[in-house]
Structures are given as structure tokens and as C-alpha cells.
């Protein structure tokens, strides 16, 4: 172990109860745990590593910051409430905050003190977020805004949102687009919890913009320039994704390596998981590799695909293999009902599809 893991397990142990690594499963489900994990994670330094100290970092190396992620990861440290707000919100801030939207917003949204939801999706446009509808129309040092957004995680909990709206309804598509940051209690907005059949914190919800002021001031990045917003700030995650799908097919598996039970279909199955999740492993790794040199590698396109159907291969082996047992089983079914989504939000497998055949394969684009 070099001496940045050594000094993050110095940490975990301060911070997580002596019998976390036994009991994650009953630990994860601990909102206080989580919140004060949060909180010490980022006064330490251990939140975003590579960052700087005051933003919850210390100016780590990427390849060590990496390896901070992965041994979170393997130890399933306590998970984010709002990480959405820590993972898409505050990167898109720190790289196009004015200093003023930076000294209002980023230490409260990456210690947890205030919540963010995601106002991209809308009804009608999903995959195709470029037909977004929602207005936005200066009038002198605001922007009146008006029309809905769809699936919005946590914005019933949240202070803010970043608020994707057409503002200039002229340009093409992707082109017209700003991104703009909206305080949730304005008024004219409306937030209506969508029932689920699951009780959950992570709620969706609808939201609702009935001539909503938003002053000029809290336009995020340039005027029209919200597609790059959206893109950049997404683009950040990538890695946590990969190692965290890698490291739950690997978990997920885990006890089935122990059975003796097995039939040879089981095992051959078994055994193209495990070579799914090393799959999933050396193409991440290769991509950070790349990046490193200044390539921006093509493997990159395949990893949200691969990484999130192998997991969901995993966590349909696991239930399927256990029998009734997995039905009783909370945390395997928690695993499965979120790998269900994992190929639906940041881009749902088809459209991974079409980004690859379109800008790997070279094929005529979709549209
Ligand atoms: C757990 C979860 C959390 C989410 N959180 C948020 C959030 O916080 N904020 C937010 O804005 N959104 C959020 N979303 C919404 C998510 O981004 C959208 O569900 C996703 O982009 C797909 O859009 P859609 O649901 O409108 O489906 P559609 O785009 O209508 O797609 C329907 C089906 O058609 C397929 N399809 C669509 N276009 C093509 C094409 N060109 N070629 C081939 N097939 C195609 C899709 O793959 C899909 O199977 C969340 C979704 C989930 C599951």
C-alpha cells in the first residue's frame, strides 16, 4: 500500500464505525453516517482528491486520486445522499462558476449543506435533450422562464437545480440552449413527487416553471453554451462509473465463487461475468491511461454500455442462482432495481449504441 492509500485508510478507519466492513449493507442505509462521512470526507481532503484543499481535495495526482476512488469503492464507503450535487453540479461550477456562483455555491453543495437536482429531462425530450422546450426570455436582468422538466432525482429535497431552458429558440438545436441556475424556492415553481413503488429519498419529480424569474446573474456558463455545460459537467464521472460497476459485478458474484453447487450452465455464466468485470477493469484503465498521454481514447464510449449490462447481468445471476433466498435478500434486490436503471439514465443503452456506431465504427449518424 503506497502512503496516499495508507493515509485514506488512516482516514476511513477514524471515521467509519470499527465493524463498517462487516455490516456495509446495514451501514449504507445510515442518513447520518452518510451525511457525516460527507462532511469528513471533504473537510479532509478525500472527497474529490485531485482537487484542490478548500474544495474538498488536496491536490492529488490522477492516477493516485484514482486509486483513492477505487479503494472507496471496494470498501463501499458510506454513498453520497445527493450525488448528483458532488458529482455533476459542483465540476460544472468549479469550471464555469463566476467567482461569485463559486463563493456562493460550491462548499455547501460538496460538504451536503445544500442539494441539487438535474433539470435536463423534459416530456419529449430524453434521449434527444437537444428538442428541449422550456423557455427562457430576458427581460432586462432576468430571464422569465417557463415549462416543465421530467424525472428530476431529488428536486422535492433540493435548494437548487441546474436548469437546462432554449434561449434562443432561432438557433439549431443544440445550439440555442443555456444553462441556467435556478433557487427551487422561486416563485412559479412547482415540484410534484412522482409516486413510486419503492419508498426512496431519490425520489423523481416533475417541475413545474410558471413565469419563474431567475436573474441574469445566475446563468451558468455562456449564453447558449449549455450544451458544453451539460456535456463537461457529465464528463466527470466517467471513472467513478466504470470502477463502480466493475467493483459491484465483482461483489455481487462474490458469494456464487464459494458454492458448490453450481450446474455447468451457471458456472460458464459465472465465469463470463467474471471476465466481464476484468473487461470492464483493463478498458477503464486503459482509457485512464490514454487521457493521460492527452488521447482521448475511443474504449471511452464503450464503457457506460459494457459496464452497466455486465452489472446488470450480475445482479439478474445473483437473484436468479439464490433462489427464493434472493427474493428475502434487501441488499441483492436494492443491487438489482438500480442496475435496472443504470442502462437507462446518462444515456440509455440504445443510444450508447448509436454513439458508438457513430463515432467509432465511423457509421452514418442516427440523425
Ligand atoms: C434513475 C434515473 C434517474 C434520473 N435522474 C434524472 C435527473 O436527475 N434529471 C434529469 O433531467 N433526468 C433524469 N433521468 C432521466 C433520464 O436522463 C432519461 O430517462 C433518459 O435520458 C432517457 O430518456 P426518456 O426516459 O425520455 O426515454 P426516451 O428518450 O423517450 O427513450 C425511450 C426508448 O427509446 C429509445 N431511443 C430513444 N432514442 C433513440 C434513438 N435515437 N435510437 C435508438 N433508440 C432510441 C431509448 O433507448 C429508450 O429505450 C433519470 C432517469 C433514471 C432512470
Request: one cysteine or more; charged letters at 25%.
Amino acid at each position: 500500500m503506497n502512503d496516499v492509500l495508507q493515509a485514506y485508510d488512516a482516514f476511513l478507519r477514524n471515521v467509519l464505525p470499527e465493524d463498517y466492513a462487516g455490516r456495509t449493507n446495514h451501514y449504507r442505509h445510515d442518513d447520518r453516517l452518510r451525511t457525516d462521512f460527507q462532511v469528513a470526507a471533504f473537510e479532509a481532503g478525500w472527497l474529490v482528491p485531485d482537487w484542490e484543499p478548500g474544495l474538498g481535495g488536496q491536490s492529488l495526482s490522477a492516477g493516485d486520486s484514482l486509486a483513492v476512488r477505487i479503494e472507496g469503492a471496494r470498501r463501499r464507503v458510506p454513498v453520497i445522499h445527493n450525488v448528483q450535487g458532488v458529482g455533476v453540479v459542483a465540476p460544472g461550477l468549479r469550471r464555469f462558476g463566476t467567482p461569485a456562483q463559486q463563493d456562493r455555491l460550491l462548499r455547501p453543495v460538496l460538504r451536503g449543506d445544500e442539494w441539487w437536482a438535474l433539470g435536463m429531462s423534459e416530456p419529449g425530450a430524453g434521449s434527444d435533450l437537444a428538442s428541449l422546450r422550456t423557455q427562457a426570455r430576458r427581460d432586462g436582468d432576468r430571464f422569465i422562464v417557463n415549462g416543465s422538466k421530467i424525472w428530476t432525482t431529488q428536486a422535492k429535497e433540493s435548494r437548487w437545480a441546474t436548469l437546462y431552458v432554449r434561449t434562443d429558440p432561432e438557433a439549431r438545436r443544440h445550439a440555442g440552449i443555456s444553462c441556467l441556475i435556478l433557487d427551487l424556492q422561486s416563485p412559479g415553481v412547482e415540484v410534484r413527487p412522482i409516486r413510486r413503488a419503492a419508498e426512496s429519498v431519490d425520489a423523481f419529480c416533475e417541475v413545474f416553471l410558471d413565469d419563474v424569474e431567475i436573474p441574469v446573474e445566475n446563468l451558468l456558463g455562456p449564453l447558449n453554451g449549455g450544451w458544453r455545460v451539460a456535456s463537461e459537467s457529465l464528463e466527470h464521472e466517467r471513472d467513478m462509473i466504470w470502477v463502480n460497476n466493475w467493483v459491484e459485478i465483482a461483489q455481487v458474484v462474490d458469494p456464487s465463487l464459494r458454492r458448490t453447487d453450481l450446474d455447468d450452465e451457471e458456472m460458464t455464466a459465472l465465469g463470463r461475468l467474471l471476465a466481464d468485470a476484468e473487461a470492464v477493469r483493463f478498458t477503464g484503465l486503459r482509457t485512464v491511461f490514454e487521457r493521460l498521454e492527452g488521447n482521448e481514447p475511443a474504449e471511452f464510449f464503450l464503457l457506460k454500455l459494457l459496464g452497466s449490462e455486465a452489472a446488470q447481468r450480475a445482479t439478474r445471476f445473483a437473484m436468479e442462482t439464490s433462489g427464493l433466498a434472493g427474493l428475502c435478500e434487501p441488499q441483492l434486490m436494492e443491487d438489482r432495481i438500480e442496475s435496472l436503471a443504470a442502462t437507462i439514465y446518462g444515456g440509455t443503452s440504445e443510444v450508447q449504441r448509436n454513439i458508438i456506431g457513430e463515432r467509432v465504427l465511423g457509421l452514418p449518424r442516427d440523425r
